[in-house]
């Protein structure tokens, strides 16, 4: 039981780049989240997935979209990198929303745009 | 606005000390309250969580939590602290009717020996 787990663990990108992130996890749970972490400012909510085949906008989601492949993966895209996009991204996993469930993290993704 | 709030940025304790990590919320209803713990290069970890009931919750590692309707406040403690438990704390509020989490901006624990 991996939990959840993200893809790549660190990647550099040059501006104007895409690249996407992948997130999967093991625990069949309903809703998935993206986050990004940047010094001081807490987690910040970019997008997030109630359940299978629904996606909604978190608090910052400019310049990224999302795919909720199946039950178990949820993929983040950039598709034209910026700097400001530097920052850890973590994916996250809850078996339901609004219920106060908790929600499971995985190890994260550093990305660096240059 | 709707805010939850860490005030301390970085607090340093001794080991052995005893801890208070604060957080405060703004909604409108009685949240859904957490406390994560990060350490360093780690995702998040949850501590405790409060939903109802009693006010006082116990989570791992020797934490605890009291929830203060009154103050809009959900404090963390630990009576004695530990070189290990030097991380990045964060409170975070489920506010029930919007299905996610909203995170303070954590505090970060030095415990010197």
């Known amino acids: 039981n991996a939990g959840v787990t993200q893809t790549p663990k660190f990647q550099v990108l040059k501006t104007g780049q895409s690249m996407t992130l992948q997130c999967a996890q093991d625990m069949n749970h309903n809703s998935m989240y993206w986050y990004r972490q940047d010094p001081g400012m807490g987690l910040r909510l970019i997008y997030y997935s109630a359940s299978e085949g629904t996606t909604d906008k978190g608090e910052v989601p400019n310049g990224y979209n999302v795919s909720r492949l199946n039950k178990r993966e949820f993929s983040l895209r950039l598709e034209s990198a910026a700097p400001s996009q530097t920052s850890v991204y973590f994916c996250?996993?809850?078996?339901?929303?609004?219920?106060?469930?908790?929600?499971?993290f995985g190890p994260g993704t550093r990305l660096t745009v240059t | 606005a709707q805010s939850v709030t860490q005030p301390d940025i970085h607090i340093t304790v001794s080991e052995g000390a005893s801890l208070e990590l604060r957080c405060n919320y703004s909604y409108g209803a009685t949240p859904y309250l957490f406390w994560y713990v990060q350490s360093p290069g780690q995702g998040l970890q949850l501590l405790l969580k409060?939903?109802?009931?009693?006010?006082l919750v116990q989570g791992i590692k020797g934490f605890e939590a009291e929830f203060k309707r009154s103050q809009s406040s959900f404090n963390l403690r630990k009576p004695s602290v530990h070189w290990s438990d030097a991380a990045e704390y964060f409170c975070?509020?489920?506010?029930?009717?919007?299905?996610?989490?909203?995170f303070g901006r954590g505090t970060q624990l030095t415990v010197w020996p």
């Open positions: 996250a996993s809850s078996d339901g929303s609004g219920r106060g469930y908790e929600q499971y």
């Open positions: 975070a509020v489920d506010p029930r009717t919007l299905g996610r989490l909203y």
């Open positions: 409060y939903f109802s009931g009693d006010t």
